[in-house]
């Protein structure tokens, strides 16, 4: 199918409407890098024992949401679900019986990954490189953000410029 251009208004709209297909496609793509990112920056760095079943709430939490436009673009935004990574309410069953015990909020959760904590201190702790960047990171801004790395992978990865 051939477009015919006319005006620059037929030129913005067909630009347009090739970066909204880009973002589809990035949008598709994203969560899939970041959960290799994940993968290869926690979960690889710590095996557990063979009686625990990893439930890899981080990989299940990565989120995206609707495809905005704003004017002369779209955006995205590419997230963790923090009600996804809770361990709050735990539950457990031991001969029949499920208790309950209070366990790690989300903000809990993404501090054990800054300092390579896998579960808990008794489980496995990781000197990973989650740890070295969160120094770093605290240094510039105050705050740990997984996504400042993923950012800087993706550019290694895939040749991208994320602001």
């Known amino acids: ?3 015919f251009i006319k ?5 913005q709209k067909a630009l347009k409407q090739q970066i909204y297909r880009y973002m589809v496609d990035i949008k598709e793509k994203l969560p899939n890098y970041l959960e290799e990112f994940i993968m290869s920056e926690f979960y690889d760095l710590y095996t557990p024992s063979s ?3 990893r439930q890899y709430r981080i990989i299940s939490a990565i989120m995206t949401s609707k495809i905005k436009d704003i004017g002369n673009g779209y955006e995205f935004e590419l997230y963790l679900d923090p009600t996804a990574v809770s361990y709050d309410p735990s539950f457990w069953t031991s ?3 499920t208790y ?3 366990g790690d909020s989300a903000d809990d959760v993404f ?4 300092n390579g904590i896998h579960g808990s201190t008794e489980y496995g702790v990781t000197s990973g490189r989650f740890w070295e960047k969160f120094l770093n990171e605290i240094g510039e801004s105050g705050i740990y953000d997984i996504f400042v790395g993923f950012k800087k992978y993706m550019s290694d990865k895939c040749h991208l410029v994320i602001k």
């Open 100 to 102: 309950y015990k209070q």
């Open 1 to 3: 199918m051939t477009t």
């Open 51 to 53: 009686s625990y079943n």
């Open 95 to 97: 001969h029949g019986v």
């Open 7 to 11: 005006n620059n208004a037929d030129l």
């Open 111 to 114: 501090q054990n990954i800054a």
